[in-house]
């Protein structure tokens, strides 16, 4: 997971969430990092939110073992003005294949997004920006109630609660690069029609929050069939990127 390190000029702290007996873990933690073991298998959202919990001010950025922090771009977000914007809630960011070629969600454009703004503008089957790289101050990030308890789709899930509750932005550097392989969630016979399911529910989370701030709801896009987000590129592309 760490690849090629961690640069020294992006600072911050590590939580390291080892999801149940029997998951895989690493020889090696970065330094400073705190361990938490989950004493049963609770899931993606599970232990994510255990690890918000403990987040300290800032900013957070889930990582999961097929990530890869890509060092020079990861230096170039911090250094970017949104991150000092206090306007700014959350920021989406790149993620790229390991051989460096963009993810279908690629954006190279950046945007700013004001509060509310997202949701109507959610697309499918191509995301706004890729929605498992994106960034969010920790107290945003807890106002949105974490990930949603769903076996997929939590991260837009997430992502559409945050822009409920503060304005974003979408950056253009890539802050993470990833494996894809057999093996993956996206990867799996029952993924789309779990999305689906998944999908649904996060949608009415949103329309229920919208109503509850006093907005209007929102048709979200149906989804196709199947090739849901990233699924059926991801399958096309594990067995030459593996």
């Keep these: 997971m760490l690849g090629n390190g961690w640069p020294n000029s992006v600072g911050g702290s590590w939580i390291v969430v080892v999801d149940g007996p029997g998951a895989v873990e690493f020889q090696k933690w970065p330094p400073g990092a705190v361990v938490v073991r989950n004493p049963v298998h609770g899931g993606v959202s599970t232990a994510r939110n255990r690890a918000l919990a403990l987040a300290g001010d800032g900013w957070v950025l889930s990582l999961d073992a097929d990530d890869v922090p890509d060092a020079e771009g990861m230096a170039a977000f911090v250094r970017d003005p949104l991150v000092g914007?206090?306007?700014?809630?959350?920021?989406?960011?790149?993620?790229?294949?390991?051989?460096?070629?963009?993810?279908?969600?690629?954006?190279?454009?950046?945007?700013?997004?004001?509060?509310?703004?997202?949701?109507?503008?959610w697309t499918l089957p191509t995301y706004p920006f890729n929605v498992s790289s994106v960034l969010a101050r920790t107290e945003v990030a807890l106002a949105a109630g974490g990930w949603p308890a769903v076996i997929v789709c939590e991260n837009v899930g997430w992502v559409l609660a945050k822009s409920e509750h503060a304005g974003g932005a979408s950056?253009?550097?890539?802050?993470?690069?990833?494996?894809?392989?057999?093996?993956?969630?996206?990867?799996?016979?029952?993924?789309?029609?779990?999305?689906?399911?998944?999908y649904t529910a996060v949608t009415r989370m949103t329309n229920a929050r919208r109503a509850i701030m006093g907005q209007p709801p929102v048709t979200f896009p149906s989804p196709p069939a199947t090739g849901v987000g990233d699924s059926a590129y991801h399958r096309q592309q594990a067995r030459p990127r593996m």
Excluded: K
């Design 85 to 121: 914007d206090e306007a700014v809630g959350w920021i989406s960011a790149n993620r790229s294949f390991l051989d460096g070629s963009p993810s279908v969600h690629h954006r190279a454009t950046p945007r700013r997004w004001v509060r509310h703004e997202l949701s109507p503008a």
């Design 171 to 198: 950056s253009t550097h890539t802050v993470t690069r990833y494996r894809t392989w057999q093996g993956q969630t996206t990867h799996s016979t029952w993924f789309d029609d779990e999305f689906v399911t998944a």
